[in-house]
């Protein structure tokens, strides 16, 4: 309502400036002033009711706003919006544990792998080097020499495939 007849102090000093513009385009001596300064008392009117219209508001509106955020409804709400909140940190948590865990066990895994391997392999270089000892004086020097050092070499290298190879190989000399 307020808002209404300040809207309407500025619409009736539009016509009043006007009609003083007028006034004073026809050479009237006085009368533009004075028709200028009620148009002008008119928005000044208008603009200081609506201050004051806002002036007197805000508490009530601010009053308002608060009792509405210390209502029992907006506590409840924000509480809940609290426990979403934890149950998905929670779930984020869990799920960031769970793929912490897998990297972990992958790593172990991967490394016993590894360990596993190289125990392997030099289980089979001694092998190799058993059998080599073995038919050593039935072998020409080089060959031996040869085949000492692919067993080197393939022990150093880690080649597993390579090492059976040369075990076949050397199973046929025997």
Known sequence: MIIRISFLLFLLSLPVLVLAEILLWLNIPGLPELITKLGSAMLLSALAVLIITALLAMPKIIMRSVLNYLSAGERLHRRLLFVQAQQERIR????????????????????????????????????????????????????????????????????????????QKISTFI
Request: charged residues 35%.
């Open 92 to 167: 984020q948590l869990f799920h960031f544990r769970t793929l912490k865990i897998k990297y972990l066990n992958e790593l172990r895994r991967k490394r016993l792998l590894k360990a596993n391997n190289r125990k392997h392999i030099r289980s089979l270089s001694k092998s190799i080097h058993k059998d080599l000892l073995a038919i050593k004086k039935e072998l020409p020097k080089t060959t031996f020499k040869q085949l000492r050092q692919d067993n080197i070499r393939y022990r150093k290298q880690q080649d597993i495939e390579s090492l059976l190879q040369l075990q």
